[in-house]
């Protein structure tokens, strides 16, 4: 029995993408797939809509509908539609896997409190590769320490809508962890004017909108006499969809209710 994905998101950048990923993966099947109320995609067929030819599963607005016959949800979508999605989910039952950036600690905050009803897994990135320089970030600030200045810079398409990236958030939460400080006491988003001298221990967070770049993020640790960069390109999308099916396949085993990420999934942790 193939493992049945609700897509949500079904005319975003990342929901055609996770389409293409769930029908190339052996053992998966999709099992229905919804997009915001006035999408031009509604009634359609989806794999018309994401270039997979005809499918037979139209596109709807109703996830609750859809969770009737799926054993795991993949969510790219907003921060409000995700916990829409979530509180859906929790209702049913059905496992979640959350893509989406932007969330406040309000928002998370709520998504804690459903973790406890239903399994949830959230990454601001589900890159493998990325993952992976989230932990190279941890060990590197906790061998270099505070001597080496550590800065991360990242760049996205003119049509981002939340900044600084969430990836660029975790790489800062993964050396705050190393400093055993919290990030939102030690990230620097700004620098105008007159900023004196650079304090040791801070985290420097710059973002960049251009373009149609898909995500490019780079970790400096600046030293006296060297620097180490840890940098990570992301030339597709598919990378993003291919881990996010990886997680939903881990999450339906898990079964147990809980907040994950995909370190988890990694086995990173």
Known sequence: MPIRVAI????????????????????????????????????????????????????????????????????????????????????????????????????????????????????????????????????????????????????????????????ALRLGQEVARAYNEDLRKIAVLRREGVTGERPAGVIGIQALRGGDVIGDHTLVFAGTGERLELTHRAGSRDNFARGAVRAAQWLVKKKKAGLYDMFDVLGLK
């Open 8 to 167: 949500t998101g079904a005319s975003g950048r990342m929901g055609g993408r996770v389409a293409h990923a769930v029908r190339a993966t052996p053992g998966c099947a999709i099992a229905g797939a919804v997009d915001r109320p006035g999408s031009p995609v509604l009634g359609k067929d989806l794999g018309e809509a994401v270039g997979l030819g005809t499918l037979g599963i139209k596109v709807g607005d109703d996830l609750r509908k859809v969770l009737k016959k799926a054993d795991v949800i993949i969510d790219f979508t907003t921060p409000e539609a995700s916990l829409a999605h979530l509180q859906d989910a929790a209702r049913a039952d059905v496992p979640i896997v959350i893509g989406t950036t932007g969330f406040q600690e309000s928002h998370m905050k709520s998504i804690r409190a459903l973790s406890k009803k239903v399994p949830v897994l959230l990454s601001p990135n589900m890159s493998v590769a990325m993952n992976v320089l989230f932990r190279l970030a941890y060990d590197a600030a906790r061998i270099l320490g505070t001597e080496y200045d550590a800065e991360i810079v990242e760049m996205h398409h003119r049509m981002k809508i939340d900044a600084p990236s969430g990836t």
